[in-house]
């Protein structure tokens, strides 16, 4: 996407500059939904206010385009979505944003525009033609940030498992210092993990073992609160923990985070795990 930061030659339409009349107007409305079996699937709701005869008539001329640019600072997660039409709805991948999603439209020329003259710019750009590149920034309108909450969040949404080579086979370690929780094992430690998931009867063992380590481990570092404000899985059990009223800084010794974390994976199911879920 092209940089908004430096100067431009040509007229760019923004509520943040004068380069167009006061009647020229180029916003966006936006609102976020979740939905979904485990309700961490997004999904947006936009409208976009474009009142200019030339940005429309590029438009029209499919010289250009209209797209919006979404970042979450929470999950590092950003995507340029472009739009088929000024009003609509799209949805993101379950765990791609969790927290803040900040959301910017943005109108880029798709071709080269050559001589062309801005219908209703400022008086200082006279009749003067413009040449304008490909990629180039033609309009952009207000940042929205948008709070996203998910009351129901399922394990796999927050906890990821890779396999490391270059660990014991038989043991697995437990990272959590990203926005998921990671589960690293060692080659013969995932099969066994697999062949626990694979049968209704002993995923129970899964989550009263593997899983219940992940939260121990997740509690431990909980204690620094400033992990809870940063990363994504620490949001998710800190409003789990809040619902459970469990104050992880009353228990004194590993034995009582252990129960603590064995209260909070039953918070998430354990019923639910014998019948599917991971």
């Not at 380069?19 to 020229?24: G, R």
Request: with cysteine.
């Amino acid at each position: 996407m092209p940089n908004k930061q430096r100067a431009y030659g040509y007229p760019v339409l923004s509520p943040f500059s004068n380069d167009y009349d006061s009647k020229n107007v180029f916003d966006c409305e936006i609102s976020a939904r979740t939905s979904g079996e485990t309700d961490n699937q997004i999904i947006l709701d936009y409208r976009i206010d474009l009142q200019s005869d030339f940005i429309v008539e590029v438009l029209f001329a499919k010289d250009a385009a209209v797209f919006l640019d979404l970042y979450c600072a929470q999950t590092m997660f950003r995507e340029t979505v472009r739009l088929d039409s000024l009003q609509g709805t799209f949805e993101l991948e379950p765990g791609r944003a969790f927290g803040s999603l900040r959301v910017e439209p943005l109108v880029v020329s798709t071709k080269d525009l050559k001589n062309v003259r801005f219908q209703d710019a400022h008086e200082e750009f006279g009749s003067k033609t413009f040449n304008v590149a490909a990629g180039s920034l033609l309009a952009y309108g207000q940042t929205t940030q948008t709070n996203l909450r998910f009351t129901r969040t399922s394990l796999s949404g927050f906890i990821v498992v890779r396999t490391r080579e270059d660990l014991d086979p038989n043991a697995y370690r437990i990272e959590v210092s990203a926005n998921s929780i990671v589960l690293q094992m060692g080659k013969n430690a995932r099969m066994v993990r697999e062949s626990l998931n694979s049968s209704i009867e002993q995923r129970p063992i899964l989550s009263m073992s593997m899983y219940k380590d992940c939260f121990l481990v997740a509690l431990k570092s909980m204690r620094d609160p400033g992990i809870s404000e940063e990363l994504s899985w620490a949001q998710i059990l800190q409003e789990k923990l809040e619902q459970l009223d469990i104050r992880i800084n009353d228990y004194e010794n590993v034995d009582e985070l252990n129960y603590a974390a064995l209260r909070l994976l039953s918070s998430f199911g354990i019923a639910k795990l014998t019948q599917g879920g991971n």
